[in-house]
DNA sequence: AGGTAACCGAGACGGTACGTCCCGTCTTCCA
DNA sequence: TGGAAGACGGGACGTACCGTCTCGGTTACCT
């Protein structure tokens, strides 16, 4: 997918190889899978990987990445509390299912690795981002968020906890997490009281 | 640090280990880093290392916590938002230095080593946390907060999207980044404008 | 047994290791054998071994002679022939015995240690040896055998066979192969027929 | 050159790692080689010589009988006694040669390998045994040889007394003990006298 | 229609690090 | 001071993967 220019490749290999991945995420999982193990797994030769592939961790991005459904749009009731709480909700779902320990370990393999660290923000955050900061923008024009609210850290606020509670396990990201973050960015409780 | 009990341990070889690891930090970096190199630069043998740590992230791990000074303590000058802003800033120094690098690593690496991530936890962000939270709950007591506010999460909230950067590289951490996390918390701006 | 002189050696410690030793030279064998194997099993410090003895070889020669009881003297009925098959009959019976493995060990392992060829030569080769050859000379007295023969060198044509097929691994050592070497060294027939 | 099956081995690769064996024997020697020098020297992974060799010794073997020419087969001047004595003459040369010392270690390595056993045998001692044996054949049919001689123990007993020799360390073989063997064999002095 | 150039499978190759085993020395504490 | 215990520096083990390489074979295009 990187260097050599070719509609010669083979499908069959392609599909091959980021099923084989797919699924030793699940068995040896994404820390004890080998280039080798994949390509003996999708009966292929380990140049063919190479071929079109930098690492390990850029063969299971394709292949999380390629079996992902284009993914629900940000709901949109007219209420945004409400579909951000909707989001959020399903945001922890997928976090807390077993299908989601590779993301969390192509989020660990980046830290080393800023070409990876790009096409995961890119795939995978970026859309997400930029989806909730249009909902939120609507509902600034639809009055239901202050006109100097600053939107862009708004979805950092909303999203930095569950990614928090992920990568530092400090606990495991939760729905009443999503309830008490967005009581508090709701009610700015964090101010001194009024006598 | 785990398995013999004994204290006829080395305390030489312990303290040269270490010493290495930090080292072999800063040149060719955590991931690079080798139990064979941590050995041969300490002048001991793999077994040493092997007998008290179960991995090259633990060696680092005790390394880096043993060198860090006992930390200064929360600020509190009376103006809990003034104290937050100033203990932020201080994290985002620490987070954009170079020598915050391999903290990233280890919590990479704690993504697929249960003990290790307990022990992060423990041992770096948990006091952390705990000296935020007494701080927050001394500003609640001063009136400076709500009584009703949510402290536990205040504390996520804070923190949260300093790590949010860090880990996504979404952008680095930064000081406008935390006078923007403050001015939301403590404006409650993500509320329906009142008319 | 070498360096160090004093009677303040503790004789439990010495026999224990010998103990230990010829118990693993049945289970593990000889040369799976550790000193750390013999120091554990003997409930000994490894040092108290190194103290003593140069080579696990050293430790298992000293305990196969130990366990050897005086032996048998070689047998003198009157007829010299007789004698020597009977003689070397047992040396068959002791060389294709479970037992004697550990003795094949040690001379492999003296192939690279000349002090412990010496001691293997001295302990066991050369007792046998001058038995023979004094069973010989008497022979040779009583005129049962030519007074010009070569008694030094009709030795190592009698054992040297049983020792070639040990060693080589042509063909175990066994009593037809005894009965041959008498025949051939006894009648001489490998010289021209008389016509 | 056991396990895979192949003939993508690689030529420059066995012939380099045959080539560092035979020097490694020569300095360090046999005992002090190690599979891992042999790879260093040769240029060459570890896994390219245990993916052909199951040990060191398997390895120096192969090395000791490629560089061996294909041997000057046994003299046969029709004196076969002449022959027996120039053939054996060579052998002690050879024996006493320090390029000797590395077949000594393979015969002790071979004690405790069963399979490297039957290799030096086949390699070295079966090819020397059947020449041997051939000219006892053929001096046998000319006469020279009695008709009942048991030509199978007279080749063990020839070459028995020379092995005995250089693995007993009873003392180096030599021509002179050849001339003593030839004698005894031949004249059969191991008889009474005739008085 | 044949030639040729690319990808493909297979897996050997030179290498590096792994984690383990044992060496022989040392240190510590006990009798 | 000898002995038990076992940690220590060291070094080789045999294995696992790395990423590169060579080797036929099989397409698919290009004359």
Redesign the pocket.
Known sequence: MTP?N?D???E???Q?ILRAAIELCRDPGFTDM????IAKRA??????I???WP??AAVVLDALHEQTQPSATFPDTGDVVADLRAQMYAVVSAMTSPAFVPYTALIAAAQSDPELARRVLDLIVAPRVAECRARLEKAQADGQVHDGADLGMAVELLYAPLYYRLLLHTAPPGRDQVDRVLTLLTTGLLTPQRP
């Open positions: 050599p070719s010669r490749r083979s069959r290999a392609r091959a080998t280039m080798e193990a009966g292929v030769g380990k140049q063919t190479y071929r079109w690492s390990k």
